[in-house]
């Protein structure tokens, strides 16, 4: 056995409690207010296939790969994103991508893909060395750092840098502040979200994410007229790609669209990855012998020689922590569909109005699905090149509606990650309280320690 594929010792990360007993309508509100993944009882981890009511409406838990396929996949057609769920992120995403149905979802979808393409993300390679390299200069000489926040403010800057060819710090601060503000309140669930029928129902509660909504598009728009005034051919970003992108019938998209889908990439792509960073910088402090042989790979291979895709196969174990740090810690641990067309899911009817749930915090947690689900064990992923292959392994969702960004996420994690261990050390300080994961539109962390950081000599 190599160092590569040593085992780690049984690591057990920290996780919230799963209620002995399914919970009422009432608590599960309250304990889902708090936390989307505080709601879940031991049965849910043990069945595959679960109907209930929730305030009345009927709706089923669906954790069997065959079922999750055929409500991702096969049967897509039949389900739709529930309106109601698009309550805390409409302000941002507006009609984006991510919230589009039917048949202006085909075309957006379609019209988007060569920005997604893997020459497309190897071109933006460069933008995620320089705001690796920027967090790894803004820690240096630092002993200490709350690194949840630090990996918030990299993320937006990749993702800003990806979209615009700006960062963060300087031209983009007035993105970074808002987005901040939209992700500290009114990202959160309310009450009326939970009572809301629609998406435009009970809009009293959905002003703070209008306020803030209406300043995020402003800030968007401003940055697409400039680019207007001053093109910029030699730019290769995803606002470069977003202009040159055309319909079937070979038209330009519109500005309102461009602007729609530029917030969309910002809002669905930095938060998500922040916290991917976050969480798996967690585990590597809980298990310090991987966290070190993850550096030996950086050092073989430092993230400055980065320059195509196929570089990144230099850090198999790293990938593979990201693997298992998306399993443990999926930053987005719930999905939604509400049937549209009646349906039978492996002999289960639904109807119209039905609600499906579909949680990858369930699924990569379900002890029919995994061996050890609740144990930090990234060599599981290690022979495994084609993850998503696995049946219960759906941290980008599944069918034609995965994740768009997939494989920008995890370039942009794996030189982020590699820029920060190529020069610290990461540990929390003894006797730190375990972390633990709250979720509300991604899977955020309960509170944000401060990491030692001790510099690579
Ligand atoms: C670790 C990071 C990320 C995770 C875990 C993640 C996860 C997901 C998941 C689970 C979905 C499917 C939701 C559903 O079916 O209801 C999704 C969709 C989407 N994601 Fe990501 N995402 C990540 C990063 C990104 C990035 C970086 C971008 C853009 C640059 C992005 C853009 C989108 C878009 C536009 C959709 C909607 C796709 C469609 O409906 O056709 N995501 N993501």
Not at 18 to 25: E, F, K, L, Q, S
Not at 428 to 442: E, F, H
């Amino acid at each position: 056995m190599d160092a590569l594929t040593a085992p780690s010792p049984l690591i057990v990360p920290p996780a919230p409690k799963v209620h002995a007993r399914p919970i009422g309508n009432l608590r599960a509100i309250w304990e889902m207010s708090r936390s989307l993944v505080g709601s879940w009882s031991e049965a849910d981890f043990d069945d595959l296939l679960t109907p209930y009511v929730f305030l009345g409406q009927p709706g089923l838990v669906v954790s069997d790969p065959a079922g999750v396929r055929h409500v991702m996949g096969s049967h897509a057609h039949n389900y739709r994103r529930p309106g109601k769920s698009a309550r805390p992120i409409r302000a941002l995403v507006g009609g984006g991508l991510l919230l589009t149905e039917g048949e202006t979802w085909r075309r957006q979808r379609k019209s988007l893909a060569p920005a997604f393409t893997p020459a497309a993300i190897g071109a933006l390679l460069p933008h995620f060395t320089a705001a690796g390299a920027a967090l790894a200069d803004r820690l240096t000489g630092c002993d200490r750092a709350n690194l949840a926040e630090a990996f918030h403010q990299t993320a937006l800057d990749a993702v800003l840098r990806a979209l615009f060819s700006r960062n963060a710090d300087a031209d983009g601060a007035e993105m970074a502040r808002l987005a901040r503000r939209y992700l500290e309140g009114p990202a959160h669930l309310n009450l009326f979200d939970f009572l809301a029928k629609g998406a435009d129902d009970l809009a009293m509660g959905d002003t703070a994410r209008r306020r803030i909504g209406g300043q995020w598009f402003a800030a968007v728009e401003a940055l697409i007229a400039e680019r207007h005034a001053n093109p910029r051919p030699d730019c290769h970003d995803l606002l470069g790609r977003l202009l040159a992108a055309r319909n079937e019938d070979g038209a330009p998209l519109g500005d309102a669209e461009i602007r729609d889908q530029c917030g969309t990439m910002l809002a669905a792509g930095f938060e998500t990855t922040s916290r991917l960073l976050f969480w798996t910088a967690y585990l590597l402090t809980l298990d310090t012998a991987t966290q070190d042989r993850v550096r030996a790979e950086i050092v073989a291979f430092p993230p400055e020689r980065v320059t195509s895709l196929d570089d990144l196969k230099a850090w198999p174990l790293m990938r593979s922590v990201l693997m298992e740090a998306l399993r443990l810690y999926p930053p987005v641990p719930l999905i939604a569909r509400e049937v549209v067309t009646a349906d039978e899911i492996l002999g289960c009817r639904v109807e119209p109005g039905h609600m499906i749930m579909i949680s990858p915090w369930l699924i990569h947690r379900h002890r029919k699905l995994w061996d050890q689900p609740l144990a930090f064990q990234p060599e599981r992923f290690i022979d495994q090149p084609h993850p998503w292959g696995i049946d219960a392994f759906i941290p980008f969702g599944a069918g034609p509606r995965v994740c768009i960004g997939a494989s920008f996420a995890l370039a942009e994690a794996q030189i982020i990650l590699a820029s920060l261990l190529e020069r610290f050390n990461i540990a929390l300080p003894a006797g730190a309280r375990p972390v633990l994961p709250k979720a509300g539109i991604s899977l955020a962390a309960d509170h944000e320690p401060n990491f030692d950081l001790t510099p690579i000599a």
